[in-house]
């Protein structure tokens, strides 16, 4: 772990301390939030004349193991003894311990009481609550159930929420309520920009339906056109809404006390359902994932996210046969402890390919993961941001993370992955499923013409053919867009002459006119 703080945790903590350690801090997925936590309750600790207990809750089991690896590894390489408890998935720890980290299924019945305990017994508590997010719903607000009795003990009691997407409306009031207003926010462009994070470029690739389901979600949207426009004559507001609000109203409407109505709203619903699993399920998606794994190999690992476990389990089949032994899948139905061992196979590197569904949104720290795919989307921001963070941790020799957006072009679908920004490249990608091959016109136009000039010199047929395996390698990376000078390097440090002979297609390209 880097121990050496970034200026914006620096810039952070300072804030946090100065807003009495009460606080939440918006920051993007790989850009230091752990680290930062811990440096608070380690500064904290020599502001406060009493024993100071850090309580740490998880919404996973996954990120119990990594707080504990990163909590230990902090604690030790600043030559301190403390104790590390654990509650949840199976562990139960005793709770004397100075640091505690609990999954929050576990930390609903005991934490409140406990912190209440401590704060009566002349401690100090500092309460890390990690993608935050999740505890102002549900059972899990039962965390905060010790809040209406520390007024005696409230300088004594601290907070850090830490989430890559604070929620706003009455869930962000909640937490605003339990662990204090949000006092830093540090976003992808920033972090991009700053080297915080790695770079990294986002590709677009165009799908298609095939004509069954081109047809289908034509009948599909055809159907919600004419609900919707009932719906409308009722409700014109539905018009002034955003994407977001109109979905949520129309969800309300299937409640309605008039019965024409909510079975209208009900039937738009079912349809609206029935058109987005359509567009998630699309065939064209496993067959461009399966041709741009082919285009990549295995050199870099990649993290392919799905929406539906069939889906991935689909690809995975798949995969497997062409790459024996070096994919594994993640998913909500294998157990925990199928999926435990296939992400510290993916993570030692036996595992070169890893694909998984929304379980593995949360909690999974793979810094050298290079590569992501989504296979099919969300409209979730939360979940984007979620996704690429887990490719744009820094690393050591990491030079650039690539993530590819798969979208169906006839559809509702966003074509859009994340909003562009001024230290990112977003790049058109168009797949030809005939030809397994994806298509950019500037890069094809610029081969094109290295191609002519090859043959118009007269180089044997060996030496063109290499060039063209070379060029086909490059038409799904970024490389040809990298400064020359990088590009050198890369021509200077290579291991093969396969190698070697990429780079110099890719310099090539990059001094195409």
Not at 107 to 124: H, N, P, T, W
Not at 241 to 269: K, N, V
Request: charged share 25%; with cysteine.
């Amino acid at each position: 772990m880097q121990q050496k703080l970034y200026q914006w945790q620096e810039d952070c903590l300072k804030r946090w301390l100065s807003n009495n350690g009460r606080g939440m801090v918006q920051a993007v997925t790989g850009s230091g939030k752990t680290l930062l936590a811990l440096t608070a309750a380690d500064r904290l600790s020599h502001r406060t004349d009493l024993d100071l207990r850090v309580k740490i809750v998880v919404p996973t089991g996954t990120l119990l193991h990594q707080w504990n690896r990163a909590l230990r590894t902090f604690l030790h390489e600043k030559g301190l003894q403390k104790q590390i408890g654990l509650r949840g998935c199976g562990y139960k720890s005793p709770i004397d311990c100075s640091y505690m980290i609990y999954v929050v299924n576990s930390a609903r019945y005991e934490l409140a009481r406990q912190i209440l305990s401590e704060l009566r017994e002349g401690k100090s508590v500092l309460l890390i609550a990690d993608e935050c997010h999740h505890y102002a719903s549900g059972q899990n607000q039962l965390i905060f159930e010790f809040l209406p009795h520390i007024e005696p003990y409230k300088d004594h009691f601290f907070s850090l929420g830490l989430s890559a997407t604070l929620p706003s409306g009455q869930t962000g009031q909640k937490l605003t309520a339990a662990l204090g207003r949000k006092i830093y926010s540090y976003g992808i462009e920033a972090a991009t920009a700053r080297r915080t994070v790695c770079q990294y470029d986002i590709f677009h690739i165009g799908l298609s339906f095939d004509p069954e389901e081109r047809m289908e979600y034509e009948e599909l949207s055809n159907r919600m056109s004419i609900l919707y426009f009932t719906l409308r004559s009722s409700y014109p507001i539905l018009d002034k809404l955003d994407q977001r609000e109109r979905f949520e109203l129309l969800r309300s409407l299937t409640g309605d006390q008039d019965h024409r109505i909510a079975d209208t709203a009900r039937q738009y619903m079912r349809l609206s359902y029935a058109r987005k699993s359509l567009v998630c399920m699309a065939s064209e998606r496993l067959d461009c994932a399966y041709d741009l794994v082919q285009y990549l190999g295995t050199q870099d690992k990649i993290l392919i996210f799905g929406e539906r476990i069939r889906q991935a389990e689909a690809l995975y089949e798949r995969m497997r046969d062409l790459y024996p032994g070096k994919v594994a899948r993640y998913h909500s139905k294998l157990g925990a402890q199928a999926n435990k061992n296939a992400l510290e196979r993916f993570r030692l590197g036996d595992i070169r390919i890893l694909i998984a569904c929304k379980a593995i949104d949360e909690g999974v720290d793979v810094p050298d993961a290079a590569v992501g795919i989504i296979l099919s989307g969300t409209s979730t921001q939360r979940q984007r941001i979620q996704r690429l963070g887990r490719i744009i941790r820094k690393k050591e020799g990491k030079e650039k993370a690539l993530l590819y957006y798969l979208h169906i072009t006839e559809s509702a679908e966003d074509s859009c992955f994340l909003p562009n920004t001024q230290s990112t490249r977003i790049i058109d990608l168009e797949y030809q499923p005939g030809a397994s091959m994806f298509y950019n016109a500037s890069y094809v136009q610029k081969t094109a013409n290295i191609l002519e000039r090859m043959q118009n010199a007269g180089l044997a047929a060996d030496k063109i053919q290499e060039a063209l395996h070379c060029l086909d390698l490059g038409s799904v990376r970024s490389d040809w867009l990298a400064e020359k000078s990088v590009i050198e390097q890369h021509i200077q440090r290579a291991k093969s002459t396969r190698e070697r002979n990429y780079w110099m297609c890719m310099k090539k390209l990059s001094e195409e006119a």
